[in-house]
């Protein structure tokens, strides 16, 4: 069972930062944080993750709050190509991934 | 750089049915290599994952079954499909139990 919570859906405009909540409270010390995201018809490409700092690449920046239970993706300038569904996931171990439902992300003109 | 390919692309088959599906990654030695089986509109379902040669774990007993003949392939067959397998099926790659996965571009596997 995934042990993370996400909106099933969520909208943004053109060019506005999307910001992708996850919620994960029983999130364990050695556990890391993950974000892939998958659009129609491909395969999940990975995003970002991090533990316990903030961490910021070319697709994304990953927010976490101090007590881990809690993150957000951020993706500052939303395209239409962004839209896809978006998954959190906690792991220590990625010989265990297991995905939820994930949050359907629509970017509008 | 690495790249994962997997094929068929599509593929529809009737019921009763052999399936052999493959997995292939380039660029890299030794990888952990995973098959995932995604139905429609829900989450990812690890299937089998094999850390080196003949080495296959399976996590859902089913009328599946994997192989890894080579270093960087990964096989996923039946002998005889039922209509559940229908969904999308990813292969994916890691270099570790620590390390990021990345994923295939999946094939959509429809039995009838």
Redesign the interface.
């Known amino acids: 069972d995934a042990k993370t919570t996400q909106p099933p859906s969520m909208d943004c405009a053109e060019g506005r930062a999307a910001n992708l909540p996850c919620n994960h409270s029983t999130i364990s010390g050695n556990e890391y944080v993950y974000w892939y995201r998958q659009i129609h018809s491909q395969g999940p490409q990975y995003i970002i993750h991090g533990l316990k700092n903030n961490e910021t690449n070319e697709m994304a920046s990953l927010i976490i709050t101090e007590d881990r239970k809690s993150s957000t993706l951020i993706l500052p300038h939303a395209t239409l190509r962004d839209t896809a569904v978006y998954y959190c996931i906690v792991i220590n171990n990625n010989n265990d991934m297991r995905f939820g439902a994930g949050t359907r992300l629509t970017v509008k003109p | 750089s690495q790249t994962i390919h997997?094929w068929p692309a599509t593929l529809v088959q009737p019921v009763g049915s052999p399936l052999s599906l493959e997995c292939t990654v380039e660029g890299t030695s030794n990888p952990?290599l995973?098959w995932y089986r995604?139905a429609a509109?829900?989450?990812?379902q690890?299937l089998f994952?094999s850390?080196g040669i003949g080495q296959i774990?399976s996590e859902v007993p089913q009328n599946l079954s994997a192989s890894r003949p080579q270093d960087r392939q990964f096989i996923l067959s039946s002998k005889k499909l039922l209509l559940s397998d229908s969904g999308?099926y990813?292969c994916?790659w890691?270099l570790?139990?620590?390390?990021?996965?990345?994923?295939?571009?999946?094939t959509?596997l429809l039995v009838l």
């Open positions: 997997q952990n995973y995604q509109g829900r989450g990812l690890l994952y850390v774990s999308f990813l994916a890691n570790g139990y620590q390390e990021t996965q990345y994923f295939g571009p999946g959509r």
